[in-house]
């Protein structure tokens, strides 16, 4: 081995110098973003969020059991005969809209009552000729299902000044009464939570270390508010960057989503491993795009529904084919809540005030094929209505 005990200063400079720039390069291909892992595929070296990836697995654990037990209302009033219910639908394209007036259908028979579906189209045109309809109908009560109240401000008003009470399904950013606009009730899981625990799943199931896209439909303010709740949590990890922010409007899904699918994977190629959506359908119409990419089902964008979970999202789930997980309304669930609402309203007495937990529904706790709802709802609303 050759021996140089005294190197000159240039030397030593030179050597500093190199030293310096392999440091230099070891960072740069520390940071440079791939594929991130799930639980079978870890990714390597420390996460870009510590703690806050910590604080997301501990809530992932929690919220993919399913072991829940049914702790909504034990009590309330008995069924009241005769009632007439119409649901306006914002487009029963939309799987949670249209899983949710199954509900009440399904609700409806068991209580006695009748149900009658609008479709208001997805357009605003639609909803408000259907919200017209429904009032038109003098039906003991009226179901907001999926749009906001506001665009419909003149028919909500005629509803108020005919009596008839309405119950809200996402019709508004929070769950339970409304006075502005007025409803009853609202129908929904906390959207801060659904926010929260998808961005949480991504920061988890990533390690801290994820190109994410936000898909969102700005033109339903609870969807909105839902895709901006999202991209604040995505931002307590530093490791985490938000490649692309997709505005989607659910009507327009089937011909938009692919050809933006397209586009972002020619953008962002690999640095592309998450997604969170507002609505599973988004992944339906993703799917033939990403599989003719050459994507694998079970690989990245790594996809996540923060809403909905419709039967092909649970579908896709287990099959683990371009999504990866949802965050599933109880959608059979809240539609017989709608109805207790409806007869907690008909019988004088206030809203339940019922929120249902969230849930994450992965290939390891989905069946494929139903969606996810807590056991006992449907025993208990049958004792309470004396059913």
Known sequence: MHRNPKATPGALRARAAALALLAAASVLAGCERGSSGGPEDPTSG??????????????VSRAERTDIPWNGPADGPAAVAGKTIVYVAQTMTNPGVAGAAEGVREAARVIGWNVRVIDGGGTPAGIQAAMSDAVALRPSGIVIGGFDPDSTSQQVARARAAGIPLVGWHAVASPGPSRRPELFSNVTTDVEDVARISAQWVIAHSGGDAGVVIFTDASIPFARNKSELIRKELATCSGVELLAYENIPIPDASSRTP??????????????THSVAINDLYFADAAPVLRAAGKKGSGPPFNIGAGDGDPS???????????AATVPEPLSL?????VDEFNRAFSGRPASGYVAPVHIATADNSDGATAWNPSGYREAYRSIWGR
């Open 46 to 59: 420390p996460s870009g969020c510590p703690a806050a990836q910590a604080r997301a697995q501990a809530a």
């Open 313 to 323: 999202a649970f579908q896709r789930v287990d099959s683990e084919q371009y999504q």
């Open 334 to 338: 809240q539609g017989w809540q709608i």
């Open 259 to 272: 050809r933006e699918v397209s586009s972002l994977l020619s953008r962002f190629r690999d640095r592309w």
